[in-house]
T-cell receptor, first 116, second 114 residues
Framework: DAGVIQSPRHEVTEMGQEVTLRCKPI?????LFWYRQTMMRGLELLIY????????DSGMPEDRFSAKMPNASFSTLKIQPSEPRDSAVYFC??????????????FGEGSRLTVL | AQSVTQLDSQVPVFEEAPVELRCNYS??????LFWYVQYPNQGLQLLLK??????LVKGINGFEAEFNKSQTSFHLRKPSVHISDTAEYFC????????????FGAGTRLFVKA
């Protein structure tokens, strides 16, 4: 089985530019999560979706951040305009509810964003 | 709202020694508890989880954890560590209320020395 696929793996951009991070969840999973990891704040939940619908976006830092899930196999996290403090590793994870695997998150390898 | 505290940011230990990584949580309802491991430049992988039943949970790579409801703890243990266990370990909690919001601790860096 293919795991969660994220792109790009690395992104370097300049302040003010738009950044789009992409995620393909594991087929059949109906939950998708976006996390941000920094040294200062650790692993923060930004937003999560269930069946393509945003359920909790209380972790989205501000209006510069937006996330979409147009279908079950694709999600984007967009930052516009980007700022140096957005530099972090952004993880996408997917999951499904059912049986003994309830609650387990499957993480992608992350997208490392550097905003200069 | 739930929260997780990992009491040690770094734990150095010699190879073949035992190790315990500490985790305490806070929640007003019952919870599910997890330990994940992150190797350099990789995503997180599940080590083990507690959903219900036996409070002693065994996971992959010889790790185990014990859920202690009265102390609101879920400490991770391994009787004999290997160099390859060097990684970052995250404790996580999800409230058993039907939602799916999983909150992670700050992480503990385990460094195994030869």
């Amino acid at each position: 089985d293919a795991g969660v696929i994220q792109s790009p793996r690395h992104e370097v951009t300049e302040m003010g530019q738009e950044v789009t991070l992409r995620c393909k969840p594991i087929s059949g999973h109906d939950y998708l999560f976006w996390y941000r990891q920094t040294m200062m704040r650790g692993l923060e939940l930004l937003i999560y979706f269930n069946n393509n619908v945003p359920i909790d976006d209380s972790g989205m830092p501000e209006d510069r951040f937006s996330a979409k899930m147009p279908n079950a196999s694709f999600s984007t996290l967009k930052i516009q305009p980007s700022e140096p403090r957005d530099s972090a590793v952004y993880f996408c994870a997917s999951s499904f509810v059912g049986g003994v695997r309830t609650g387990e998150l499957f993480f992608g390898e992350g997208s490392r964003l550097t905003v200069l | 709202a739930q929260s997780v505290t990992q009491l040690d940011s770094q734990v150095p230990v010699f190879e073949e020694a035992p190790v315990e990584l500490r985790c305490n949580y806070s929640s007003s309802v019952s919870v599910y508890l997890f330990w994940y491991v992150q190797y350099p430049n990789q995503g997180l992988q599940l080590l083990l989880k507690y959903l219900s039943g036996s409070t002693l949970v065994k996971g992959i790579n010889g790790f185990e954890a014990e859920f202690n409801k009265s102390q609101t703890s879920f400490h991770l243990r391994k009787p004999s560590v290997h160099i390859s266990d060097t990684a970052e370990y995250f404790c996580a909690v999800r409230e058993n209320t039907g939602g799916f919001k999983t909150i992670f601790g700050a992480g503990t860096r385990l460094f195994v020395k030869a």
